[in-house]
């Protein structure tokens, strides 16, 4: 039979008159009998109709015969030579103007004393005896319950009897390697699903079908057919992304990274961009920098919205957009650390230092981190002069803007945990071209890298003693000694034993020096210069008997074998903060011996440095606060000209400065101003009457001054004042406990040796 998509519909169309089960249809004409089969059938179905003569002594004899349906018309069938005049002709596809369908045919006759080659056509002529009766096409619809069939789903098959008197006893439904059958209670309509296998492709499926029928409760029959749907794989459900910006607050004034992340296998994010003042788009690593406009109020709540355009190789799934809003709250946050970050700038592959000190007095540093996106970033090193943190600039690092996070773990007086975390803006150089060289050391990446994390925010359930690993000297050579130590910074806390060695190394097990362990490591001659990893483990044991273990690895630096390492500078403000309009001393001292400052300058741009002038502190920069600097994690300018051993040099950097919200101005009325010029001219005469008197008495005081004192020395000329000169060395210091444990507190007495110079203090 031949199916319909999406409908299959088998019809059976009763005759006007329809003849009775079982009864024959009458002779034409009393000599000759027709035999249909059956004068009903669904659309495919085989029905002979057979001729016989019945009256042998008839002068007309059978010499052919023609069967075709009528309405809708079919092809003609035509009996083959006797002696058996039987012709089959297929039922037919109902009209589709539901017109009657009508079986017909055609005998052709000959005369038994005269035979006379037949003609054959559809006109009656002597000689043709034309018959037909009316036949019943039984119909059913076929309907599936969906116009595509997705993969793992299910399609469900509705079978309705549209022929009066007829009803479907049972039916089933196959597809590949699936079969389904209906309930099986006889009706005019059924249902039936069968399962869709989850490995189909897109294209077809055919779904076969069957059933059982009977009609006027006297006829069992059979049909089936097969329905074909389309295959569709089901839309994947929609992608889900990460949009997380480097932290849930920010500063005015100040970078704030988001990380665009895709969280579904199969899907790549290509392009993405964060839209505040302007569309800032991602960079390869699908990291987007905007800065925090300056005038925005602390306390406010910032939505950034973000788009991105993203690749799929899931099935049925096209690349796509997707878009949403990162909500910011916009804080000023107070910083404990001063963040020195050298050089100021680096080309990708460039070696960059970060140094953390404490701005808050009993705060004590007890780990520290520092790293670009997506980098593995270093750990942190204590030296003896202070902690820092080696990273490099990304390889595949754009040039411009990026992002230098850093994170702090710390300790107070009392025992309690702290942590804190900033960025910094730090601007990549574009990379020399091939045939320069930039004599930056080769830095290879720590042999068991980890994705670093801003330290989290403590746990102050549990107190766990600190162990600290100094490493002297910050840096070494090929064949160089480094000595390793460990002490407990808890006060009650021993420790007990210790190794420490390169990747590689055995571990070299630590001699026992006042109330901490050390050990003498030797850089390996084989090591390349870079960062590499220096692993240590400690052993400990508090005043309560509490046995402590501890290990770490130190990220350290190997020089090459004649290549000088950088100088180390201290850049310290003061004080830590600021209002715009306000003025910060920045001091530099240098941390290597020797070297000497012969010059500096600080500021928050290129073109408003101030120059350093030399003070007991160190070298000095009076900087001043831009009157526009929005509140939030500043960024000063330095750099330092120095001489050492062998040369001069210069280096430069960045420094992290808070700068404090200005307070808000509020209106004065007609009376508050009034009142105030009052008491200011007030004031104005009281002070000019007070200057006039101040002076006569002011000069008869100093002259009084520098008249010499009986037996003293003689009064210096006019123009001539003492200023305190600074020895050329260092001051000589003693030490009364060397191998002393270590305390908060440290007291070291001053003497000069100069006997013309007397400093004395604590």
């Not at 650390?337 to 007095?361: D, H, I, K, N, Y």
């Not at 996070?405 to 071209?433: E, F, I, M, N």
Request: proline share 12%; charged share 20%; glycine share 10%.
């Amino acid at each position: 039979m031949v199916p319909l998509l999406p409908r299959a519909a088998v019809t059976l169309v009763l005759g006007l008159t329809p003849v009775a089960l079982g009864e024959e249809a009458p002779p034409p004409e009393g000599a000759f009998a027709v035999d249909p089969s059956r004068l009903y059938g669904v659309p495919g179905d085989q029905i002979s109709v057979g001729f016989k003569d019945k009256d042998l002594e008839d002068r007309w004899t059978i010499r052919g015969c023609e069967v075709w349906f009528e309405q809708p018309s079919g092809p003609v069938s035509r009996c083959p030579a006797g002696p058996l005049w039987e012709a089959t002709v297929t039922v037919p596809e109902p009209d589709p103007s539901g017109r009657t369908a009508a079986l017909h045919w055609r005998l052709l006759l000959i005369e038994a004393e005269e035979e006379k080659p037949p003609i054959i056509n559809l006109v009656p002529e002597p000689g043709e005896l034309p018959g037909s009766r009316d036949f019943t096409i039984l119909r059913f619809d076929v309907e599936p319950d969906r116009p595509e069939a997705e993969p793992g789903g299910t399609v469900g098959l509705t079978f309705v009897a549209v022929t009066p008197g007829l009803e479907i006893i049972d039916c089933g439904i196959s597809a590949p390697g699936r079969d389904a059958a209906c309930d099986g209670v006889s009706r005019p309509k059924q249902f039936g699903q069968v399962p869709i296998p989850r490995d189909l492709k897109d294209g077809q499926v055919t779904l076969g079908w069957k059933l059982t029928y009977t009609f006027r409760e006297q006829v069992l029959g059979e049909a089936d057919g097969t329905i074909k749907l389309p295959v569709r794989a089901p839309p994947p459900p929609p992608p889900e992304f990460s949009v997380v910006p480097s932290s849930t607050t920010a500063s005015p004034g100040q970078p704030l990274s988001v990380t665009f992340l895709s969280l579904t296998p199969g899907v790549t994010v290509e392009t993405c961009a964060v839209a505040l003042d302007g569309r800032a788009p991602c960079s390869a690593s699908g990291v987007a920098v905007v800065i925090i406009p300056p005038g925005t109020q602390p306390g406010a709540e910032l939505r950034l919205p973000w788009d991105l355009v993203y690749s799929s190789t899931r099935p049925g799934e096209q690349g796509r957009t997707a878009d949403g809003v990162v909500e910011v709250d916009i804080t000023v946050i107070e910083r404990r650390f001063a963040v020195t970050v050298q050089p100021r700038a680096a080309v990708p592959g460039g070696e960059v230092t970060l140094a953390f000190e404490s701005l808050v007095e009993g705060v004590d540093i007890v780990d520290c981190i520092g790293f670009f996106p997506r980098d593995p970033g270093g750990r942190c090193q204590r030296s003896p002069e202070r902690w820092l943190a080696r990273t490099s600039v990304p390889a595949d690092a754009e040039p411009g803007a990026s992002l230098l996070r850093w994170g702090v773990a710390s300790l107070t007086a009392d025992g309690t945990p702290g942590a804190d975390s900033g960025v910094v803006a730090y601007r990549v150089l574009a990379p020399p071209t091939p045939s320069r060289t930039t004599g930056t050391p080769r830095t290879d990446p720590p042999d068991t890298p980890s994705t670093p994390d801003v330290p989290a925010a403590p746990d102050t359930t549990a107190r766990v003693p600190v162990l600290v690993v100094v490493t002297d000297p910050e840096s070494a050579g090929p064949g160089e000694d480094v000595t390793v130590t460990v002490s407990a910074l808890d006060p009650g806390v021993t420790v007990t034993g210790c190794t420490a060695g390169f990747a590689g190394q055995a571990g070299s097990a630590c001699g026992k020096s006042g109330g901490r362990r050390s050990s003498t490591v030797v850089v390996p001659e084989d090591a390349r210069p870079g960062r590499q990893s220096l692993r240590w483990s400690a052993t400990a044991r508090t005043d309560a008997g509490t046995a402590v273990t501890d290990a770490g690895t130190v990220t350290y630096r190997i020089l090459a074998g004649d290549a000088v390492d950088v100088p180390a500078f201290s850049v310290r403000p003061e004080p830590p903060a600021a209002e715009p309009g306000g003025r910060v001393a920045v001091a530099h001292r240098p941390l290597t011996q020797d070297v000497t400052i012969t010059g500096c300058s600080a500021g928050f741009t290129e073109t408003t440095m101030a120059a350093c002038h030399e003070t007991e502190r160190g070298w000095v920069a009076d900087v001043a606060v831009p009157d526009a600097a929005p509140p939030g994690a500043g960024t000063v300018l330095w750099k330092v000209a120095y001489t050492r051993t062998g040369g001069e040099g210069s280096t430069d950097g960045l420094l992290s400065l808070d700068v404090l919200a200005a307070p808000k101005q509020e209106a004065a009325g007609f009376w508050t101003t009034a009142r105030g010029i009052g008491w200011r001219v007030a004031l104005g005469a009281a002070l000019l009457v007070v200057f006039a008197g101040a002076r006569l008495g002011g000069r008869r005081l100093i002259d009084r001054r520098r008249r010499p004192a009986a037996g003293g020395e003689p009064e210096l000329p006019d123009g001539v004042r003492v200023v305190p000169v600074l020895p050329a060395t260092w001051p000589a210091a003693t030490i009364s406990e060397p191998d002393a444990a270590p305390r908060r507190l440290i007291r070291l007495t001053l003497r000069d040796r100069r006997p013309d110079i007397r400093i004395s203090g604590e």
